[in-house]
């Protein structure tokens, strides 16, 4: 099992070399053009680094250095809302209107052919949208921005905990929350109204339950709580899939134990999350408010993976994949046939290296952009007049052309690493959902709900960086002795 866990761990460390060599190029195209308004931008995010760095290397216990920190991102997450009066726009608008009407007892939305049947993971994100409506019928899109601010000051605080367990360190754990409170999805998400705002935390905590348990630190029974709170995050974010498989994927290569304690520890999680999903499923179903299953819509999956397969769009968005649910009349059976054909002849009849080349442009079109497309959604459909500083891309892209350049660096010292294994299952989980978005339709907003791992994934990096340096200090300091004590002699 050892040699089978090496080979493992080379095989997807080497796949993740690869996949930041690409991001790496592709985000750096991104930097150029600086304006005016990348030096206002410039100038905030500098302002923020420098007293994150003064709260840092101040002499200060650490819940005073993490209530700094977080009033730090909490403070550029509230300049952002002021800067854009963000609305609900395209899918998030399509969400925002059917939460109206399901308050006027429609629920016509949930049946049929309707946008929200055919994709029925959306369905909790209209009924929260409809919760706060009705809560708040006046200013109910300031106040679920408001929640999305509180949500991510939430995240900052639980990266700070997850970095803490993994790395046995408050320090390494107050330099993610930094870094976490100026890393650019996370600030310019917060005005826009997608499902990844409440699933994040939500996911992150399953997490960081899942990190206590296997290393001893809590119950194998915090499993049921790890499970129950990935499949809460599932509900709002229909990709968690990947995690549960990541989850059971280190317990069965990684964890030393029997393997009949290996499936009783997977059992554990996979089984509440699994129920607690069908249970709301149902519940919906039963009275009536839903036609379909929540994971499955009237239009079938397969639709995504065949936008995915598109080469001349990329594996974006297309007006020829979209059309085929009208082309067979919404036949479920019938659109999943032809998909799956149009599929298999696109992968077969294109010649070999131009699947090579469609599927590196694919990798670094999902993964170049530094905010995730962030800034995009908060603006669009905003009147000019409602932008007060008309936000680019450059000094995003730096910060996270930084990020992934740490995490590079974080990656050629993993193997040699024996410290802080469990950290090998976040790099499982950006290996699944890497493939998942080679897989299937392509967009910078949907890997958002993983950018959080990059935050993780970069302290591997400052580690590195801070061994090597205070090496070189230690060596430096030593052979100053030596020189200082041959002199007195």
Same mark, same amino acid.
């Given at each position: 099992m050892e040699k089978f866990k090496e080979k493992f761990t080379t095989f997807f460390l080497t796949t993740l070399k690869v996949l930041m060599i690409v991001v790496m190029v592709a985000s750096s195209g991104y930097i150029k053009n600086f304006n005016k308004n990348s030096i206002i931008v410039g100038a905030i995010l500098l302002s923020i680094i420098v007293i994150e760095v003064y709260i840092i290397k101040r002499n200060i216990c650490y819940k005073k250095q993490i209530a700094l920190i977080l009033i730090c991102g909490f403070i550029l997450r509230g300049l952002w809302l002021l800067n854009v009066k963000s609305i609900p726009i395209s899918d998030f608008s399509v969400i925002y209107e059917c939460g109206q009407e399901f308050l006027n007892g429609n629920t @016509? +939305?949930?049946? @049929?052919? $309707?946008?929200? &049947?055919? #994709?029925?993971?959306? %369905?909790? +994100?209209?009924?929260? +949208? &409809? /919760? +706060?409506?009705?809560?708040?019928? %006046? *200013?109910n899109i300031v106040m679920m921005k408001l929640v999305n601010l509180a949500l991510g000051v939430l995240t900052i605080y639980i990266i700070y905990l997850l970095v803490k367990e993994l790395f046995d360190s408050k320090k390494r754990g107050i330099y993610a929350a930094s870094l976490a409170s100026i890393f650019p999805p996370f600030i310019t998400y917060t005005g826009v109204f997608c499902t990844e705002n409440v699933a994040i935390p939500l996911y992150l905590l399953s997490i960081y339950f899942f990190i206590l348990v296997i290393k001893n630190k809590k119950s194998k029974y915090y499993l049921i709580s790890s499970g129950i709170l990935l499949s809460i995050g599932n509900l709002f974010r229909m990709v968690a899939a990947i995690v549960v498989i990541a989850y059971a994927i280190y317990i069965l290569i990684y964890l030393k134990d029997k393997i009949i304690n290996k499936l009783r520890n997977i059992a554990l999680y996979i089984v509440p999350y699994v129920v607690f999903l069908v249970v709301v499923s149902y519940t919906l179903q039963s009275l009536k408010i839903t036609e379909f299953p929540l994971w499955k819509g009237s239009e079938p999956k397969i639709t995504s993976i065949l936008k995915g397969s598109n080469l001349e769009s990329n594996g974006r968005w297309n007006e020829k994949d979209a059309a085929i649910v009208e082309k067979y009349n919404y036949d479920y059976q019938k659109i999943q046939d032809a998909s799956l054909e149009i599929i298999k002849e696109r992968l077969t009849k294109t010649p070999p290296l131009e699947l090579v080349k469609f599927y590196i442009r694919k990798i670094a079109l999902q993964w170049n952009e530094g905010d995730f497309g962030g800034v995009y959604w908060t603006k669009l459909g905003v009147p000019e007049e409602d932008i007060k500083v008309d936000i680019s891309l450059e000094v995003l892209q730096i910060v996270y052309l930084s990020v992934m350049i740490l995490?590079?660096?974080?990656? #050629? *010292?993993?193997? *040699?690493?024996?410290? $802080?294994?469990?950290? *090998?299952?976040?790099?499982?989980? /950006?290996? @699944?959902?890497?493939v998942m978005y080679l897989v299937t339709e392509s967009q910078g907003r949907y890997a958002y709900i993983i950018s959080w791992i990059f935050i993780i994934l970069a302290i591997e990096g400052i580690n590195f960086i801070l061994n090597k340096f205070n090496t070189s200090n230690i060596e430096y300091h030593n052979k100053y002795k030596k020189n200082f004590d041959l002199y007195k002699i």
């Amino acid at each position: 099992m050892e040699k089978f866990k090496e080979k493992f761990t080379t095989f997807f460390l080497t796949t993740l070399k690869v996949l930041m060599i690409v991001v790496m190029v592709a985000s750096s195209g991104y930097i150029k053009n600086f304006n005016k308004n990348s030096i206002i931008v410039g100038a905030i995010l500098l302002s923020i680094i420098v007293i994150e760095v003064y709260i840092i290397k101040r002499n200060i216990c650490y819940k005073k250095q993490i209530a700094l920190i977080l009033i730090c991102g909490f403070i550029l997450r509230g300049l952002w809302l002021l800067n854009v009066k963000s609305i609900p726009i395209s899918d998030f608008s399509v969400i925002y209107e059917c939460g109206q009407e399901f308050l006027n007892g429609n629920t @016509g +939305m949930f049946w @049929g052919h $309707s946008y929200i &049947a055919r #994709f029925p993971h959306l %369905t909790i +994100m209209v009924l929260y +949208m &409809a /919760l +706060m409506i009705k809560i708040f019928p %006046t *200013n109910n899109i300031v106040m679920m921005k408001l929640v999305n601010l509180a949500l991510g000051v939430l995240t900052i605080y639980i990266i700070y905990l997850l970095v803490k367990e993994l790395f046995d360190s408050k320090k390494r754990g107050i330099y993610a929350a930094s870094l976490a409170s100026i890393f650019p999805p996370f600030i310019t998400y917060t005005g826009v109204f997608c499902t990844e705002n409440v699933a994040i935390p939500l996911y992150l905590l399953s997490i960081y339950f899942f990190i206590l348990v296997i290393k001893n630190k809590k119950s194998k029974y915090y499993l049921i709580s790890s499970g129950i709170l990935l499949s809460i995050g599932n509900l709002f974010r229909m990709v968690a899939a990947i995690v549960v498989i990541a989850y059971a994927i280190y317990i069965l290569i990684y964890l030393k134990d029997k393997i009949i304690n290996k499936l009783r520890n997977i059992a554990l999680y996979i089984v509440p999350y699994v129920v607690f999903l069908v249970v709301v499923s149902y519940t919906l179903q039963s009275l009536k408010i839903t036609e379909f299953p929540l994971w499955k819509g009237s239009e079938p999956k397969i639709t995504s993976i065949l936008k995915g397969s598109n080469l001349e769009s990329n594996g974006r968005w297309n007006e020829k994949d979209a059309a085929i649910v009208e082309k067979y009349n919404y036949d479920y059976q019938k659109i999943q046939d032809a998909s799956l054909e149009i599929i298999k002849e696109r992968l077969t009849k294109t010649p070999p290296l131009e699947l090579v080349k469609f599927y590196i442009r694919k990798i670094a079109l999902q993964w170049n952009e530094g905010d995730f497309g962030g800034v995009y959604w908060t603006k669009l459909g905003v009147p000019e007049e409602d932008i007060k500083v008309d936000i680019s891309l450059e000094v995003l892209q730096i910060v996270y052309l930084s990020v992934m350049i740490l995490i590079f660096i974080g990656l #050629f *010292n993993r193997k *040699n690493n024996k410290d $802080s294994q469990e950290i *090998n299952l976040l790099y499982i989980i /950006l290996c @699944g959902y890497g493939v998942m978005y080679l897989v299937t339709e392509s967009q910078g907003r949907y890997a958002y709900i993983i950018s959080w791992i990059f935050i993780i994934l970069a302290i591997e990096g400052i580690n590195f960086i801070l061994n090597k340096f205070n090496t070189s200090n230690i060596e430096y300091h030593n052979k100053y002795k030596k020189n200082f004590d041959l002199y007195k002699i």
